[in-house]
């Protein structure tokens, strides 16, 4: 008997799939379960157009992602550190500081999902790659600088 999935089932399929099973098997569980349906012309329809649906969809919100990962990834943040004898840094600098970086900026990122192997404890220029949902990247560039000390007014 050909089913479509209405879950996914493990060992059997996913969600939307249309497969064929025992007739018993369709019967006695899938059926009174409502986990699939029967697959006759209309449910078949149905299925395609809901997946047409999705699919477009999921193209729209790659798209509006890809945008704000364009958006992201012009920015070049600034950061100050202290340093000491031959330019060694105090401290460094890390994704929390980062997501702060970003968020003056006005953008808004998760610092969960700012990829720093290990915090920045050099000064110069590192490119620092984002995670964004759907599979997108977008890469900013930090710029750790020497902090500059006020001048002290000579008497």
């Known amino acids: 008997m050909k089913v479509i999935l209405q879950e996914t089932l493990e060992g059997v399929g996913h969600l939307g799939d249309l497969i064929n099973v025992a007739d018993g098997f369709a019967r006695n569980y899938l059926l009174p379960r409502r986990k699939a349906v029967e697959a006759d012309g209309r449910s078949i329809k149905a299925v395609e157009h809901a997946k047409r649906v999705a699919a477009e969809k999921a193209k729209k919100e790659k ?16 950061m100050e550190a ?8 105090f401290g460094s600098v ?3 500081d980062i997501a702060e970086g970003l968020a003056a900026q006005g953008v808004t990122v998760d610092r969960r999902k700012i990829q720093l192997a290990q915090p920045i404890k050099e000064l110069g220029s590192v490119s620092v790659p984002i995670k964004m949902p759907r599979d997108v990247m977008a ?3 930090v710029h750790v600088v020497k902090k500059q000390e006020p001048e002290e007014p000579s008497a």
């Open 63 to 78: 798209l509006e992602i890809e945008s704000y990962a364009k958006k992201v990834s012009a920015i070049a943040l600034t």
């Open 139 to 141: 890469t900013v560039t």
């Open 82 to 89: 202290q340093v000491g004898k031959d330019d060694k840094m």
């Open 94 to 96: 890390t994704a929390k």
